[in-house]
């Protein structure tokens, strides 16, 4: 099965400072990627994702990439705000059958 | 997301007690996921179904079973729970028409005493 890697475990920045949190994936047939973010004692909820043909995804202050050659997939988080605190997961999936999860990254936003 | 609901939300059972999960959804959607969720360990999928007829065993469903009631309900059962079922479980749904989008329940706090 897939083997998804979530790095790294804990971040701390600074308000307005920038945030990138990296994974990789083992199976090159997956093709869809999503991110999560999961405030405390919230559910997971995604903020964005990224398909396979394509390398980059940007939406306001949050940004995907995607390398296929290399397996591995990145979130950045540009100008953060303490809002932005919480964990955030990536995954993997092919063609949205099964979804395997990285073990989370604990983002805190110091004010 | 209102639009994915569990119960109960939390849980205190004994080892050895059968224990019953339920998730229903107004989403309209086919495919829906049990997970479990430990500190360190991210979401970890134990069972999905594609529809009413279709159930999968995930990567760890040993230990649990699954029963699609209706397009709009997917029930989780442990059947003599154990400690180390000690965790948060989440419903999740999502929409095959190349979306793939997932939907997450509000969760279900389980503890096995």
């Known amino acids: 099965g897939e083997n998804v890697e979530q790095h790294p475990s804990t971040l701390s920045v600074q308000e307005g400072d920038s945030a990138v949190i990296k994974c990789t994936y083992s199976?090159?047939?997956?093709?869809?990627f999503p991110w999560y973010k999961q405030e405390l004692g919230k559910r997971p909820q995604l903020i964005i994702d990224?398909?396979?043909?394509?390398g980059e995804k940007k939406d306001q202050r949050i940004a995907v990439t995607l390398n296929k050659t290399a397996k591995h997939f990145s979130l950045h988080i540009t100008e953060t705000q303490p809002e932005d605190s919480a964990v955030y997961f990536c995954a993997a999936s092919k063609t949205g059958n099964q979804f395997y999860f990285g073990t989370g990254t604990s983002l805190t936003v110091i004010p | 997301d209102a639009d994915v609901t569990q119960t109960p939300r939390n849980r205190i059972t004994k080892t050895g007690k059968r224990i019953m999960l339920e998730c229903s959804q107004t989403k309209g959607h086919d495919r829906m996921y049990w997970y479990r969720q430990d500190p360190g360990l991210g979401l970890r999928l134990i069972y999905y179904?594609?529809?009413?007829?279709?159930?999968n065993k995930g990567e760890i469903s040993d230990g649990y079973s699954v029963s699609r009631q209706a397009q709009a309900k997917f029930s989780l059962s442990l059947e003599s729970a154990i400690p180390n079922q000690t965790a948060l479980y989440f419903c999740?749904?999502?929409?095959?028409?190349?979306?793939?989008?997932?939907?997450f329940g509000p969760g279900t706090r389980l503890t096995v005493l």
């Open positions: 199976d090159s047939a997956s093709n869809y």
């Open positions: 990224i398909r396979s043909n394509v």
């Open positions: 179904s594609f529809d009413v007829k279709d159930i």
């Open positions: 999740a749904t999502s929409d095959p028409g190349g979306v793939y989008t997932q939907y």
